[in-house]
């Protein structure tokens, strides 16, 4: 069984970036696709970004120009990168991936790390 | 960019009754939308894709429908374990987008 879990610090400073990782256990990394998913408290979810086993990437466009998603296939992980962060990035970071193809439907995923921008 | 409208926001249901849960999409998604349940403090749970297909291991009393642009989600005798948010999710077009999620409370 496919198991996911998110790691990294819970509290991150007004313009840092925010460091994620997701450790897969249960399965490979390949050949799947592997997603960042977030749900600010109270309300509901949005996808960040894909990174597809080989590397190619792919963000959504709202976030694109401070996301970057990477894999360490060696190590069976893959990391988020959200740099520039302000207090509306508080949110749970989920790690998913999808059941077939790209965009999803996201079967499996990872407990959720809360992750709070604060001073 | 791709709109998902869920309704009710909200639904108060008697345990065993029925409920239907609406979700539309802005343009076509044809039939590339899943549905999850999410309890407090856990994530998504992916019950329905591919518009009405059940995951395995989902019962039976969860149906999906729809295709296009209007889709539904039906619970039949709602159980205990089964007041939750549900969220809709298009994974036809770029980006990839979820409705803002249907509540399910007890009347």
């Known amino acids: 069984q496919v198991q996911l879990q998110e790691s990294g610090p819970g509290l991150v400073k007004p313009s840092e970036t925010l460091s994620l990782t997701c450790t897969v256990s249960g399965g490979s990394i390949n050949p799947y696709y592997w997603s960042w998913i977030r749900q600010p408290p109270g309300k509901g979810l949005e996808w960040i970004g894909y990174?597809?086993?080989?590397?190619?990437?792919n963000y959504n466009p709202s976030l694109e120009s401070r996301v970057t998603i990477s894999v360490d296939t060696s190590k069976n992980q893959f990391s988020l990168n959200l740099s520039s962060v302000t207090a509306a990035d508080t949110a749970v970071y989920y790690c998913?991936?999808?059941?077939?193809?790209?965009?999803?439907?996201?079967?499996?995923w990872g407990q959720g790390t809360l992750v709070t921008v604060s001073s | 960019e791709m709109v998902m409208a869920q309704s009710p926001a909200t639904l108060s249901v008697s345990p065993g009754e029925g409920a239907t849960l609406s979700c539309r999409a802005s343009q076509t998604v044809f039939i590339n939308l899943a549905w999850y349940q999410q309890k407090p403090g856990q994530a998504p749970r992916l019950l329905i894709y591919g518009a009405s297909t059940r995951l395995s291991g989902i019962p039976a009393r969860f149906s999906g429908s729809g295709s296009g642009t209007e889709f539904t989600l039906s619970i039949s005798g709602l159980q205990t374990e089964d007041f939750a948010v549900y969220y809709c999710q298009q994974y036809h077009t770029w980006p990839p987008a979820f409705g803002q999620g249907t509540t399910v409370q007890v009347k």
């Open positions: 998913a991936r999808s059941f077939y193809g790209d965009f999803g439907p996201y079967h499996y």
């Open positions: 990174l597809y086993y080989s590397g190619s990437t």
